[in-house]
């Protein structure tokens, strides 16, 4: 199935039979609606503001990954370089240069994307597994800065003593802070939504279908991927430093491969071919590690369970399940 | 005049000698047919006249300047362009998708981030003319890896053709095919050729095909180079027949 095509509708003139686009429409309204009034009915199922916000900000890192992962066909198990160096640039830049939230966000969002940027050539020269040990080794060297420069970073204990500051005189609560993260979740999906439905979106997924073919229309392949490995740098970096808004923290944790690995799960949990694939990934995740956490500690064990089963018996994850078309 | 000449080219893999001194001349407007038994070479020859890997002697001359060793990318934008042995197309693409990515690329749209409505109509009526042009219109939105090995082909064939060849190599375009696929192959190949004026090479097993449809026929075998000529030289030629038609019945 062409999961491309769900998210990149021709245009309904056209005399070719279009798909059913009205429904993903009102799916996306539902979807929109549910988003925006959600601080009000949230505490009603049982959750609170601040985990919805949590579940924005993997899903809009796993929507990121997924870019590079689902969509250009490339393994990174070295993500969470880029989401934590989001998460640093913002904790630092609250910490010790500026009281301006958005400027911060915008700096950590940037030293993250660049890292990418810089990065993500030397990974793309390699194929394969080689693809991807590369990206964990260049994740794992940040992890490690990150804990040995103490007297900047704050080492193993992580960097505190910073905290979100009001925008506009406007102070970032519980459900302020949420409509924060909700407005770049919206705009960092609009972002992905609109270069999967251009040429340059068409392209990655013609280099995750085939490679050879594209090289011999005259593609320089390994370009595209770093291409598609910067700007997936950057959303993921975005969502690390709406994290540290969000905790008024941040650790290594945030750098390490066990988080790559997370936001891998979240993207493949959630069906990597659907745009919409990584928030049902993250919506799954964040309530296992939330609820389940609560009654024992190897919440991930059962995390594990439901990949396991889900790579099983619904290989195209969640939405993929959901989502099954019949074609013409 | 001549559109591509190899000039004593020869292609060894360690000890095995793939090709050994093949000199082709292929004229403007041609439909050349290359023929041999299995592990003859003809896919090698392929390989080096679109930059897959260089020959090791001799020299290719394309369109007036020497391209031995020049990259497949360079040679695609130049106008050669290759389909494969075993079809590469985009597998869980649409039809359509297959081909907005081609005419996309051809149009040199990769990099675009955003579509305006201008650039999607010039796209679409691009992608419209590929589709008419192979005449695949009528599964435009039917997934490529679902359709039969023919029409696959036949969706190759209209990806390579959204780059405007110059000369275009079609390797076994009508291997597997039932007899009313292998009838659209053929008549797109001479429909190419003769109202498109594409200078055409084609790797062909199947001896109707290669006799009815050819303008000239280049026989390989073993690496080096037996015969050519036209379909009735070709077919009188004893060492052809010792070599190759006999094995054939
Ligand atoms: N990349 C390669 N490395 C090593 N040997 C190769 C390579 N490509 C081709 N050969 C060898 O060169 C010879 C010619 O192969 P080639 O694929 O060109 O034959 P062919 O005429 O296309 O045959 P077929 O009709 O089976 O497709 C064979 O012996 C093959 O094993
Ligand atoms: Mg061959």
């Known amino acids: 199935m062409s999961d491309i095509s769900s998210i990149a509708p021709r245009d309904a003139s056209a005399t070719k039979p279009t798909r059913a686009m009205p429904t993903s429409r009102t799916g996306l309204i539902i979807l929109a609606v549910m988003l925006i009034t959600l601080p009000f009915w949230i505490s009603y199922v049982g959750g609170y503001t601040d985990l919805a916000s949590r579940v924005l900000i993997y899903a809009l890192a796993g929507m990121g990954l997924n870019l590079l992962l689902g969509f250009t066909g490339g393994l990174s198990f070295g993500h969470a370089a880029y989401f934590g160096l989001g998460s640093y640039g913002v904790g630092l830049m609250l910490k010790y240069e500026t009281h301006s939230t958005l400027l911060a966000l915008l700096v950590g969002t940037i030293v993250g994307g660049l890292a990418a940027t810089l990065l993500g050539p030397i990974a793309v020269r390699r194929r394969g597994i080689y693809f991807s040990m590369i990206t964990i080794a260049i994740g794992q060297m940040f992890f490690f800065i990150a804990v040995r420069w103490n007297a900047l970073t704050g080492g193993e204990d992580g960097l505190a003593g910073f905290s979100r500051q009001p925008i506009a005189g406007i102070p970032l609560g519980s459900n302020n802070l949420y409509y924060l993260i909700l407005i770049f979740f919206g705009l960092g999906a609009a972002v992905l939504w609109t270069i999967l439905n251009a040429p340059l979106g068409h392209t990655f997924v013609a280099i995750r279908e085939n490679r050879k073919r594209l090289t011999f229309l005259g593609i320089n392949v390994d370009r595209y991927i770093a291409i598609s490995f910067s700007i997936s740098g950057f959303i993921v970096a975005l969502a690390g430093g709406l994290n540290a808004l969000l905790d008024n923290f941040t650790s290594p944790d945030n750098l390490k491969y066990t988080l790559s690995g997370n936001l891998l799960i979240i993207a493949v949990l959630g069906g990597m071919r659907n745009f919409w694939g990584p928030l049902a990934g993250a919506l799954v995740f964040i309530l296992v590690q939330d609820y389940v956490s609560n009654i024992t500690r190897n919440w991930m064990t059962v995390i594990g369970l439901i990949f396991i089963v889900s790579v099983m018996y619904f290989p195209k994850g969640i939405l993929g399940f959901f989502g099954r078309r019949s074609r013409s | ?249």
């Open chain 2, 1 to 249: 005049m001549s559109l591509l000449q190899l000039d004593h080219i020869s292609r060894r893999f360690g000890a095995i000698k793939a090709l050994t001194d093949i000199s082709i001349d292929v004229a403007q407007g041609e439909l050349r047919a290359i023929i041999g038994p299995n592990g003859a070479g003809k896919t090698t020859l392929f390989n080096l006249i679109s930059g897959f890997f260089p020959p090791s002697e001799g020299k290719i001359i394309f369109d007036g300047s020497e391209i031995t060793a020049v990259s497949p990318a360079i040679l695609v934008k130049r106008g050669i362009i290759r389909t494969f042995q075993i079809t590469e197309i985009f597998l869980d693409l649409t039809v359509y998708e297959n081909l907005r990515v081609a005419a996309e690329t051809a149009m040199g749209l990769n990099l675009v981030p955003f579509m305006s409505r201008a650039r999607r109509q010039a796209i679409e009526s691009k992608v419209d003319e590929l589709l008419d042009l192979v005449k695949i219109g009528g599964k435009a939105d039917r997934i490529a890896g679902e359709l039969s090995h023919g029409d696959q082909r036949v969706v190759e064939v209209g990806i390579a053709l959204s780059r405007q060849p110059k000369l275009l190599l079609l390797d076994e375009p009508t291997a597997g095919m039932g007899d009313e696929e292998t009838h659209h192959m053929t008549g797109l190949i001479r429909s190419l050729n003769k109202d498109q004026k594409i200078t055409i090479l084609f790797i062909e097993h199947d001896m109707n095909i290669v006799f009815g449809v050819a303008d000239r026929i280049t026989v390989l075998d073993n690496g080096t180079m037996l015969a050519e000529g036209n379909a009735a030289e070709i077919a009188a030629n004893p060492r052809v027949q010792a070599a190759y038609l006999g094995q054939e019945a």
